[in-house]
């Protein structure tokens, strides 16, 4: 199983970015996909998840400005983030399952 993630990038306060993890070795429908995310010198945390049904849950910092979706035919997550903050600066990485194979992360930097 190999996750690839990318859609990173510089973005002004406010703005907005989607994240792709495609999923290879594995179908993308058969468990849950997970976003993590990991700031300068902070721990790796949660950010938004959805399962093989399609329910999803969101970290508190992100409901409302984030949604996690999926393309069973691209066999890729999303995770589209509108009205970014500077506190949302961090590295995003995807993990499908979740805890068991990642992504090698994808940088996402927000301007005040």
């Known amino acids: 199983v190999q996750l690839q993630a990318s859609g990173g990038g510089l973005v002004q306060a406010g703005g907005s970015l989607r994240l792709s993890c495609a999923v290879s070795g594995t179908w993308v429908s058969f468990s849950a996909t997970a976003w993590y995310r990991q700031a300068p010198g902070k721990q790796r945390e949660f950010v938004a998840r959805?399962?093989?049904?399609?329910?999803?849950n969101y970290a508190d910092s992100v409901k409302g400005r984030f949604t996690i979706s999926r393309d069973n035919a691209k066999n890729t997550v999303y995770l589209q983030m509108d009205r970014l903050k500077p506190e949302d600066t961090a590295i995003y990485y995807c993990?499908?399952?979740?805890?068991?194979?990642w992504g090698q992360g994808t940088l996402v930097t927000v301007s005040s």
């Open positions: 993990t499908h399952p979740p805890g068991n194979y």
């Open positions: 959805i399962a093989s049904s399609g329910a999803t």
